[in-house]
C-alpha cells in the first residue's frame, strides 16, 4: 500500500451524499447525453491542444464500451454545471495530494449523479520526464470513469480503473473488467423503483444506506411518516411536535440530513445526523449513514489539506461504520483512512490500519 501510494496518481473524491447512493450510482437516463465541457487549457504551463483530443478519445472509449448506451455532447459551456466538467492545472497543490495527476469529484442528488469535475495535471508525474500521450489517456480515462459512477477501484493491476496509476509510458485501453465495472454502475437495481422493491423484500436493506431515498427503510420506523413525503417535507411541512417520539423524531432528522446534503449543506447534515444518532442510537441505518457522512467529510477535509480533521473524522467514520454498516463500507472507511494516514505523514498508523485491511481479505 505504501509503494502502492508513492506511485499513485489518481484519486476520487465523492462528495458526502454518494456514500449513501448505495454501492453504485450512476447518470440517470433523462441526464443522458452527458454534456462535456472540456475547458481550455491555454495558458496553463505543460498544456498543449493534443491534451483536449486525448481526453476527447477517452469519452469515445467509455462510450463504446457502454454499448452506446452513454452518450455524451461536447459543449462550451455546461448548464449550471451540470454534466462533466475537465478542467486542466499544472499545479499540484490543487490535488488532494501532491501526488495525484488527475481527481474527480462526483456530485450526485436523489435521482443520481447530476455533475462531475474533473481536475487533469498538466505536469508528469515525477518519475517521468514528460507527459506522454499514453499517460495522459491512462488518466483520463481513469477519472472518467469515476465521473461515470464507478466508485470503487479494481484489484485487478491490468485494468484502467485499478487504483494505482504507474508512471509508465504504455499504450492502454479500457479492459473487460472496466467494463463490467461500468455496467455493474448501471445495472437495474440502482433504479428508484427497483430499489425500492428490492428494500421491501429485505434483501438488502440493511446495507443500502441510500439516506433519504430508501422508502423500504423508512417503513421500517414506527410511527414514522411515509417515506418519499418523509424526503420531500420540509422542516415547515413536518416541523416537530411534543407528541413525536425520539425515534420518529430520529427519523425525520434523519431525513432533513438527506435534505441538508442534497442542498450542498454538510456541516448541516452532520448537526442533524449525530443528533438524531443520540435519538436513535440503536438505528443502525442513522448510525452507517452519520459514519458514511464522516468519512466522507474526512475526504474533503483532505482536499483542502486539513489533515487533523481528515483524521478526526475518519476515525470516527470507522468505529461508526463497524458498529452499523457492512464490511463492504468499512473497508471502504479504512482504505480512506489509510490514505490519509499516508498523507499526514502518519506511516506507523497507516501501517496499523492496513495490516487490518489485510485481515479483513483486502489485497
Ligand atoms: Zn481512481
Given at each position: 500500500m505504501k509503494r502502492a501510494l508513492l506511485l499513485s496518481s489518481a484519486l476520487s473524491i465523492l462528495t458526502a451524499?454518494?456514500?449513501?447512493?448505495?454501492d453504485h450510482f450512476n447518470w440517470p437516463k433523462s441526464r443522458l447525453p452527458i454534456p462535456v465541457c472540456i475547458v481550455s487549457?491555454?495558458?496553463?504551463?505543460?498544456?498543449?491542444p493534443q491534451l483536449e483530443t486525448i481526453v476527447k478519445q477517452a469519452f469515445d472509449d467509455w462510450m463504446i464500451a457502454s454499448g452506446g448506451k452513454i452518450q455524451f455532447v461536447f459543449v462550451d459551456k455546461t448548464d449550471g454545471g451540470q454534466g462533466i466538467t475537465c478542467q486542466w492545472t499544472n499545479?499540484?497543490?490543487?490535488?488532494?495530494?501532491?501526488?495525484?495527476d488527475g481527481e474527480t469529484i462526483v456530485v450526485p442528488d436523489a435521482q443520481g449523479i447530476t455533475s462531475a469535475k474533473i481536475m487533469l495535471l498538466t505536469v508528469p508525474p515525477k518519475a517521468m520526464p514528460t507527459l506522454t500521450d499514453n499517460y495522459a489517456r491512462r488518466v483520463a480515462l481513469h477519472e472518467i470513469g469515476h465521473a461515470l459512477g464507478i466508485a470503487k477501484h479494481s484489484?485487478?493491476?491490468?485494468?484502467?480503473?485499478?487504483?494505482t496509476i504507474y508512471p509508465v509510458d504504455k499504450a492502454c485501453a479500457l479492459t473487460e473488467g472496466d467494463t463490467s465495472a461500468l455496467a455493474a454502475a448501471y445495472a437495474p437495481s440502482g433504479s428508484s423503483t427497483a430499489s425500492g422493491a428490492s428494500g421491501s423484500t429485505g434483501s438488502s436493506s440493511s446495507s443500502s444506506e441510500l439516506l433519504g431515498g430508501q422508502n423500504a427503510e423508512v417503513e421500517k420506523i414506527p410511527g414514522a411518516s411515509p417515506g418519499a413525503a418523509a424526503v420531500k417535507a420540509s422542516t415547515l411541512s413536518n416541523p416537530p411536535s411534543a407528541s413525536e417520539s425520539p425515534t420518529a423524531r430520529g427519523f425525520r432528522l434523519n431525513n432533513e440530513a438527506a435534505e441538508a446534503m442534497n442542498a450542498g449543506k454538510f456541516d448541516l447534515a452532520v448537526t442533524k445526523l449525530e443528533e438524531a444518532y443520540k435519538l436513535a442510537p440503536d438505528n443502525q441505518m442513522v448510525g452507517a449513514n452519520l459514519g458514511m457522512l464522516y468519512s466522507n467529510l474526512a475526504s474533503l477535509a483532505m482536499v483542502t489539506r486539513n489533515y487533523p480533521r481528515a483524521e478526526v473524522y475518519s476515525k470516527k467514520a470507522a468505529v461508526l461504520v463497524e458498529k452499523c454498516s457492512t464490511k463492504a463500507n468499512l473497508m471502504q472507511v479504512l482504505r480512506n483512512q489509510c490514505l490519509i494516514l499516508h498523507v499526514a505523514g502518519k506511516e506507523a498508523e497507516a501501517l496499523k490500519v492496513e495490516a487490518r485491511l489485510k485481515s479483513m481479505g483486502a489485497k
Open positions: 451524499s454518494s456514500a449513501f447512493a448505495q487549457g491555454k495558458g496553463v504551463p505543460g498544456y498543449r499545479d499540484r497543490s490543487k490535488m488532494t495530494s501532491t501526488i495525484e484489484s485487478n493491476a491490468g485494468d484502467i480503473m485499478f487504483g
